[in-house]
């Protein structure tokens, strides 16, 4: 069955770090997310990508965390530098279409960071 | 302003009984709504949706239904197992239209424990 992939699974970091988290999508998927899920909530958007484009940043705190997906398939969503309230569990999820419409968007296994 | 609400953080059911979840939505625009479960250190795994044009979505032991005029939904399972202990988080999205990107907004998730 094919699957999301995310790496790594667990990260600790110092705050000021700077981390990297990657995330291949299920193969023929078009449109990819970066949620961001804290402990007792539920996960919250923070990038959506149609292909290549970004459809959706607008909660992306774009002074320090930066997203790409250069070639329309795997993404990288990169914080610099890390900061102590960034401590959380990093989805990504892929869906096939455009996410518009009536379709399911299947999740990786996500990213723990702690940030010390 | 949390636009899907699930106002129980726990529910503890005995095997074999039914166990029902709650969730409530304030936009009208929602017409797609979705269960996921997620086990501690994994990411969420999705379980069943049901559009607005349904009030009821069932699929094995998983039963969801819609009452769109008191914007509430619920998800049944029946009998529950032991390995049904997770936590479960209801999603909605809104329908398709030239400013709608697909997001999915989560409520806060129910965490379910099935007792043997």
């Known amino acids: 069955e094919a699957e999301v992939a995310q790496s790594p699974r667990y990260k600790i970091t110092e705050k000021s770090q700077a981390v990297a988290f990657w995330c291949d999508p299920i193969?023929?998927?078009?449109?990819l997310y970066w949620y961001r899920q804290i402990l007792g909530q539920g996960p919250e958007l923070l990038v959506q990508?149609?292909?290549?484009?970004?459809?959706?940043d607008s909660q992306l705190p774009k002074d320090r965390f930066s997203a790409e997906r250069l070639k329309g398939v795997d993404s990288t969503l990169k914080i610099q530098p890390a900061e102590l309230g960034d401590s959380a569990m990093y989805l990504c999820?892929?869906?096939?279409?455009?996410?518009?419409?009536?379709?399911?968007?299947?999740f990786g296994p996500g990213t723990r960071l702690l940030v010390l | 302003d949390q636009q899907v609400k699930q106002n129980s953080p726990s529910l503890s059911v005995q095997e074999g009984r039914i166990s029902i979840l709650n969730c409530d939505y304030t936009?009208?625009?929602?017409?797609?709504f979705l269960w996921y479960k997620k086990y501690p250190a994994e990411g969420p795994t999705f379980l069943i949706s049901?559009?607005?044009?349904?009030d009821k979505n069932e699929d094995g032991r998983f039963t969801v239904f819609l009452n769109k005029s008191a914007k509430h939904l619920s998800l049944h399972i029946v009998p529950s197992q032991p390995g049904d202990s997770a936590v479960y988080f209801c999603?909605?999205?809104?329908?398709?239209?030239?400013?709608?990107?697909?997001?999915?907004?989560f409520g806060q998730g129910t965490t379910l424990q099935v007792k043997p």
């Open positions: 990508f149609q292909d290549e484009s970004v459809v959706d």
């Open positions: 193969s023929g998927h078009a449109t």
């Open positions: 936009n009208s625009m929602f017409d797609y």
């Open positions: 049901i559009s607005s044009i349904k």
């Open positions: 999603a909605a999205k809104e329908g398709n239209g030239s400013s709608n990107t697909g997001k999915l907004i």
């Open positions: 999820a892929s869906s096939l279409g455009s996410g518009r419409w009536r379709e399911t968007q299947y």
